[in-house]
């Protein structure tokens, strides 16, 4: 269903080059997330927020960041996109109070 | 910290068969399990979860899941695999709740069915 949808889908861009990807959800949840998933490694996560001014380095933060602009807005940033960050992200969401997140359907990244 | 394995990185079963595909985890306290399935080109959708009680749960699709503590263990299963099911498979064990819930993913199974 289209409670998290992230934008764009697909993107290509070169090195060095700024990237933003986005990701907003109609759940009403507090918590956001972003993960890279690269093959063979599972997913990573990256950043973390579970309110507007709470956010969180994951384990692999180094050459993110993150804006969280609204409850239901989670932004990505590549401030300069280097080749070995290409991969597919994906957005999660989840409850204050529940333990499942849910997740979009990814943007699929390719740095040249 | 927790941790996942799944041993397997790549299954291939025939059509209408049973599968079993195997998640160990490590965690100190008790696990918040999960199972989710990736389609080709899709996002993950969850198939099933274990907080707490029967140590058997159901899911989606007909997939079941059971947790043994004694084995760090959260299988995953099912009776008769459909060709639809051929996807890949992701165990994850969530840190608690509240501000502690993160979840730690395995590297994946891929699962191919034959017909």
């Known amino acids: 269903d289209a409670d998290v949808t992230q934008t764009p889908r697909n993107r290509i861009t070169k090195t060095g080059k700024r990237i933003m990807l986005e990701c907003s959800q109609t759940?009403?949840?507090?918590?956001m997330y972003w993960y890279r998933q690269d093959p063979g490694l599972g997913l990573r996560l990256i950043y973390y927020?579970?309110?507007?001014?709470?956010?969180n380095k994951g384990e692999i933060s180094d050459g993110y960041s993150v804006s969280r602009q609204a409850q239901a807005k989670f932004s990505l940033s590549l401030e300069s996109a280097i080749p070995n960050q290409t991969a597919l992200y994906f957005c999660?969401?989840?409850?204050?109070?529940?333990?499942?997140?849910?997740f979009g359907p990814g943007t699929r990244l390719l740095v040249l | 910290a927790q941790s996942v394995t799944q041993p397997d990185i790549h299954i291939t079963v025939s059509e209408g068969a049973s599968l079993e595909l195997r998640c160990n985890y490590s965690?100190?306290?008790?696990?918040?399990l999960f199972w989710y399935v990736q389609s080709p080109g899709q996002g993950l959708q969850l198939l099933l979860k274990?907080?707490?009680?029967?140590?058997l749960v159901q899911g989606i699709k007909g997939f079941e899941a059971e947790f043994k503590r004694s084995q760090s263990s959260f299988n995953l299963r099912k009776p008769s695999v459909h060709w639809s099911d051929a996807a890949e498979y992701f165990c994850?064990?969530?840190?608690?709740?509240?501000?502690?819930?993160?979840?730690?993913f395995g590297t994946g199974t891929r699962l191919q069915v034959t017909l």
């Open positions: 965690y100190g306290a008790t696990p918040y």
């Open positions: 927020s579970f309110d507007v001014k709470d956010i």
């Open positions: 274990y907080f707490s009680g029967d140590t």
């Open positions: 999660a969401t989840r409850a204050r109070r529940g333990e499942t997140q849910y």
């Open positions: 759940k009403g949840h507090d918590r």
């Open positions: 994850a064990v969530g840190a608690g709740t509240g501000t502690a819930s993160k979840l730690t």
